[in-house]
């Protein structure tokens, strides 16, 4: 078996390949975090309810946005890496 009978075009193709595969891999973990990370937050603000101050809220809810921000870059870094 060679690597052009997978669609690659030699050693060059089949390592990109691989690269991309766990580059999308560490994406998706990093993706996975992050909305973990947002829905914590989320949690946390509803466990806490009126316990917590004003402040805390925001900055809260700021976080939350942060993460999930960062859970979209991660997923569009995949998708575009995908197209090329």
């Given at each position: 078996m060679?690597?052009?009978?997978?669609?690659?075009?030699?050693?060059?193709?089949?390592?990109n390949?691989?690269?991309?595969?766990?580059?999308d891999?560490?994406?998706?973990?990093?993706?996975a975090?992050h909305?973990?990370?947002?829905?914590?937050?989320r949690?946390?603000?509803?466990?806490?309810g009126d316990?917590m101050?004003?402040a805390?809220?925001?900055?809260?809810?700021?976080?939350?946005?942060?993460e999930?921000?960062?859970?979209?870059?991660?997923r569009?870094k995949?998708?575009?890496?995908?197209?090329?």
């Amino acid at each position: 078996m060679r690597a052009s009978d997978f669609g690659h075009t030699g050693r060059m193709g089949l390592r990109n390949e691989i690269k991309k595969t766990v580059d999308d891999v560490g994406d998706a973990l990093n993706e996975a975090g992050h909305r973990a990370n947002a829905g914590s937050e989320r949690a946390n603000r509803e466990v806490a309810g009126d316990s917590m101050t004003t402040a805390k809220k925001a900055g809260s809810v700021l976080n939350e946005g942060k993460e999930k921000t960062l859970a979209e870059v991660d997923r569009a870094k995949r998708e575009i890496r995908d197209k090329i």
